[in-house]
């Protein structure tokens, strides 16, 4: 049985910093691309980062890019998203997802249903 568990979300000011980690278990972790998702309340769930299952490629949503860094640790079954500089508009339930091996074409990284399992969430507040 897959399971995706987030954790380390909170409330944050802005300007401030969280790293939200997802651990994985009943998968081979390490031939996974593991993905961050992100949900407003009264929006569509949307794409944050994505990381290849060996770590070594990474991709970002516009918004993201330079304040958010994605990594995993296959020894640990985890991977992390580091989130800086944070704004109000990062404030959302954030999940993890879990794609049975290699990245999809650059343009369908944010396509939920390229993604096979999912996590629970985890609640990021950033006040202003």
């Known amino acids: 049985q897959v399971q995706l568990v987030e954790s380390g979300g909170g409330l944050v000011q802005a300007g401030g910093s969280l790293r939200l980690s997802c651990a994985a278990s009943g998968l081979t972790f390490s031939t996974y691309a593991m993905g961050w998702f992100r949900q407003a309340p009264g929006k569509e769930r949307e794409f944050v980062a994505v990381?290849?299952?060996?770590?070594?490629?990474?991709y970002y949503q516009d918004s993201v890019k330079g304040r958010f860094t994605v990594s995993r640790d296959n020894a640990k079954n985890t991977v992390y998203l580091q989130m800086n500089s944070l704004k109000p508009e990062d404030t959302a339930v954030y999940y993890c997802a879990a794609r049975r091996g290699a990245l999809p074409p650059l343009q369908a990284v944010g396509l939920r249903i390229k993604y096979d399992y999912w996590g629970q969430g985890t609640q990021v507040t950033v006040s202003s």
């Open positions: 990381v290849s299952f060996s770590g070594g490629r990474t």
